[in-house]
């Protein structure tokens, strides 16, 4: 007869670990741990420094007290880390991530390199919206959306997948603009740069990435604000018109509306799917506290930054509002994407 003892007192021996693993209370998991912000773009941008600036803050706010420390991966518009940290990283609410606020909808249109599902992500919480805005230098001829109806204009571009490319190029299929996107800076504020150096007329990016790291552009009218990315106008930029705005049809609003809504799920930070959901909640009460936090307020303020938090919970059901965008529209959508982020 065979011995099957070696087997059943392996099985309880694997049984007996995991009710001690899900024993174990947050401040025991996290004592002595290293909680990991992946982000999905190059240093010194705003994403950058909102990141940095809620590592230095959130680790106290967590049960046990881990070290957080920040690490940089750009690449692909953000889907590198993003694909990183859904398909390669521990599920063990160890990492946190951030990417592009455009990943569900590029998800829903099968862009090109996605390889996560963001409704199986599990949303932390949001420091605030993300409302881009495309602008040109002060000695360009274009300096009104209406200008780049006529004329070709030059912006510096990332990666396809970012809304640093996504949105003009969006803005040429809905509205009749007429961007030429020069690709291959490494973020922002090398594209900034280039802006500066005359090597292309513009640039579309965060407002908070160029309040933050130029922020006497706005002064001395070094810049023209031509368009913003949001569902409404900015308080900062009242008399620059949404793209919404300047949609001359029903449907192009509705094509424009669907595309800027990833202006409200902004600044979202994820961590692993199948991650327990103690540790979930653990960290999203963490961040809560966080954005409360005095000291993290007041380096906000210090670096002339904004916020506008929002729950893990209610991210994770913006998220899910766009899984559920209806065919009819998405396949509008679809058509307004740019073929270079398909």
Known sequence: MQNNKPIFMGAMAAVLLAGTAQAQTPAEFYKGKTVEFIIGYATGGSNDTYSRMIAQHMGKHIPGNPTVVVRNMPGAGSFLAVNQIFNNSAKDGTVIGLGAPTLA???????????????????????????NMVFTWKTSPVKTIEDAMKHETTLGGTGAGSTVSIYPLVLNNVLGTKFKMVMGYKGSNEAMLAVERGEVEGHSTAY??????????????????????????????????????????LEKKQILTAIMSASEIGTSFFTTPKTADDRVNTLRRAFDATMIDKAFTGDLDKMGMSMGPMKGEDVQKLVMDVANITPELLEKVRKAYPDESK
């Open 105 to 131: 909808l590029d998800e829903k249109l099968g862009t090109n390199g996605v390889r996560f599902k963001t409704a199986e992500l599990n949303w932390v919480g949001r420091v605030g919206p993300l409302v």
């Open 208 to 249: 908070e990435a160029v309040r933050s790291a130029k922020p006497s552009w706005f002064k001395d009218g070094s810049i023209h604000v031509l368009s913003q990315f949001g569902l409404k106008r900015l308080p900062e930029l009242p008399d620059v018109p949404t793209a919404i705005e300047t949609a001359d049809t």
